[in-house]
């Protein structure tokens, strides 16, 4: 490796033009020694690098808004930036393998390290828990409900493009149905479609006064709609869950009313305890509660809240009245953890709302840029020889 100090000159050994203060937004949101890195390079001359750009854990590449964001960057300060993308969006990445590679001018590339870093980081993480949770349970449609967890606009739409990333790979690995769409009308393109979807909460049970009752303002405002109607707000999950299907049986019949469970996990649904859920298991999945699990996956399978046992101790009760096409939606911590789980146990879901894919450690979304060429000399510091390419 060279360790020749690099030139204050461009590749070409002419004086690099002068680029001007970064843009205000830019400005104000990257790393101040960066600012000061572009303004020390615009006093002693432009040079060409090349930086890579890794994770230190496996992640599923999902580039496209980073990219987008950098390329329209470059037209607007009139440069060029050649990136060498080595995993195509949906790829796996493995730990400490460049995503890319990124060309250009030191004077316009310094300040946008920051920015750039915020856009791929977490869409990679995040791309990673959709695949998985979509791969293990291959035939259960996702609903991406993440728009309430997220810190703002912009952290909304990087994760909606993110499950679809991870649903995209599901679906060419495991011919998984994957997400089918998602809660928000503003990415509802990422899943491909033209509206958002999604019909009632919590709060509009409340005001109605009962479930029934919810379900049938719901019905009359919308039609000509099929209807997903939340069934735990009074911990009745199994009477209110017969009582709409047995007053909107049509709909039942045609197979376009779901019941959605959302029981939080300070209670079992309603007719659970431990020793039901075991039981409950034990008709359907014997085996899934006769190995060694730790306290987490033994909450998810016979716990109180939305567990495997009770998912199927919904559906026994639907299809004892006879209503087999009566939908079950589950939401409620439906992380790749918990999915995981409710695959070995093969609870009957037919739908998962889940905002879970969102990164639980921030830390592991923490994307890293290194310089590794500088005028075409290669220089990183000492331990990140790795980056260079093979």
Same mark, same amino acid.
């Given at each position: 490796m060279d360790n020749a100090s690099p030139k204050p000159r461009n590749d070409k050994g002419e004086a690099g033009p002068a680029a001007g203060p970064a843009s205000p937004q830019i400005a104000d949101w990257s790393d101040q020694y960066f600012l000061k890195t572009k303004a020390t390079v615009e006093k002693f *001359?432009?040079?060409t690098v090349t930086y890579a750009i890794f994770m230190r854990r496996p992640v599923v590449s999902a580039p496209r808004l980073a990219l987008d964001w950098l390329q329209k960057i470059a037209r607007e300060r009139d440069t060029e930036f050649k990136i060498d993308l080595v995993y195509d969006e949906g790829r796996w990445v493995g730990a400490g393998e460049p995503i890319m590679y990124i060309t250009g001018s030191f004077v316009h590339l310094a300040d946008l390290e920051t920015l750039l870093l915020m856009k791929l980081g977490p869409a990679c993480v995040a791309a990673f828990n959709a695949f998985t949770m979509c791969a293990d349970l291959p035939k259960i449609a996702f609903l991406a409900m993440d728009a309430r967890h997220c810190a703002g606009l912009e952290m909304a739409e990087i994760m909606a493009y993110a499950a679809s990333v991870g649903s995209d790979r599901a679906r060419r690995k495991v011919n998984a149905v994957g997400f089918v *769409?998602?809660?928000?009308?503003?990415?509802? @393109?990422?899943? $491909?479609?033209?509206? =958002?979807? $999604?019909?009632?909460? @919590? =709060?509009?049970? $409340?005001? #109605? $006064? %009962?479930?029934?009752? =919810? #379900?049938?303002?719901? %019905?009359?405002?919308?039609?000509?709609?099929?209807m997903t109607v939340l069934v735990d707000y009074f911990g009745r999950e199994v009477t209110d869950a017969l009582t709409v299907a047995r007053r909107f049986a049509a709909l039942a019949s045609q197979g376009r009313l779901s019941v959605r469970i959302d029981t939080p996990g300070s209670r079992f649904i309603e007719g659970l305890d431990p020793p039901a859920s075991y039981a409950v298991l034990d008709r359907h999945v014997p085996n899934v509660i006769r190995g060694y699990r730790s306290e987490a996956e033994l909450r998810h399978l016979v716990g109180a809240g939305v567990s495997a046992a009770a998912i199927w101790h919904l559906r026994d009760a639907l299809d004892r009245e006879g209503f087999h096409k009566v939908k079950i939606v589950a939401s409620s911590g439906f992380d790749p953890a918990k999915c995981k789980v409710m695959a070995e146990a093969k609870v009957p879901i037919d739908v998962v709302g889940t905002g879970s894919f969102l990164p639980q450690r921030w830390t592991e979304t923490y994307a890293t840029a290194d310089i590794i060429e500088y005028n075409g000399v290669k220089r990183v510091k000492v331990g990140r020889e790795f980056l260079f390419r093979k």
């Open positions: *001359g432009d040079c *769409g998602n809660a928000t009308q503003a990415t509802a @393109h990422y899943f $491909g479609q033209e509206k =958002a979807l $999604g019909t009632m909460p @919590h =709060a509009l049970i $409340g005001y #109605a $006064g %009962s479930t029934l009752r =919810a #379900a049938e303002m719901f %019905s009359e405002t919308f039609p000509d709609e099929a």
